[in-house]
């Protein structure tokens, strides 16, 4: 089994101003590794995904993320954020084999840009 | 826009009634997955379709069903409808490999009073 904890619930910042949002994870397994975005009324989006090699990983809207396996850790960072990042952000795994891809969230980080 | 749609957008319901929610995937996806995201919290997996078969299913019960067609659209069924029951329910497609991006609707907001 996987399990996702994503520390803080919610973090504000200003506006420019870098962030960092935190995610651990468990599994007695290999994993692959998600970052997904939800604005408000919609559903999710992939930011970026871990499937293998560099553990620094590069995603969309300037975002990038780096797997530490032996922290368990896949934090996300951007140096600069928008107020069009506000919104809250799903770090997410899923078993590297088996049949079918089960996904495992965590609860969630609402990022609040503040302008 | 990801091309995965879902049907109705919201929806409300009485305790111990039936309901069925409809996703019509993304064109070329032959997998969906269904979550349900209760408020504040993350989405949990309900279950798969592959070809139109369950292959691999959560921690739900059996009230909780599914179909999927033969042109990959699909159905989440939930009888015996609970107060808990209540949440966003999201419609996934993707292609049939493991790690592979999932493509997800805007979902269906369920109420159950």
């Known amino acids: 089994a996987q399990s996702v904890t994503q520390l803080d619930s919610q973090v504000p910042v200003f506006e420019e101003a870098p962030v960092e949002l935190r995610c651990n994870y468990s599994s007695s397994v290999s994993v692959y590794l998600f970052w997904y975005v939800q604005y408000p009324n919609q559903g999710l989006q992939l930011l970026l995904k871990y499937l293998s090699g560099s553990t620094l990983v590069k995603g969309i809207n300037g975002f990038e993320a780096e797997f530490n396996k032996s922290q368990t850790s896949f934090h996300l960072r951007k140096p600069s954020v928008h107020i069009s990042d506000t919104a809250e952000y799903f770090c997410a795994v899923s078993p590297n084999s088996g049949g079918y891809q089960k996904v495992t969230f965590g609860t969630g980080t609402k990022l609040q ?3 | 826009e990801t091309g995965v749609t879902q049907s109705p957008t919201h929806l409300i319901k009485t305790r111990g009634q039936q309901v069925t929610l409809r996703c019509s995937s993304q064109s070329g996806h032959n997998t969906v ?44 069924n ?36």
Do not use: H, M
């Open chain 2, 33 to 76: 997955s269904w979550y349900q995201q209760a408020l504040g919290q993350g989405p949990q997996f309900i279950f798969q379709y592959y070809r139109e078969e369950e292959n691999g299913r959560g921690n739900f019960p059996p009230r909780f069903s599914g179909l999927q067609f033969p042109n990959y659209s699909s159905e989440l």
């Open chain 1, 113 to 115: 840009v503040i302008p």
């Open chain 2, 78 to 113: 939930v009888n015996a409808l609970e107060l808990d029951d209540s949440a966003l329910y999201l419609c996934a497609s993707s292609f049939d490999r493991v790690g592979e991006k999932l493509f997800f609707g805007s979902g269906t907001q369920l109420s159950v009073l």
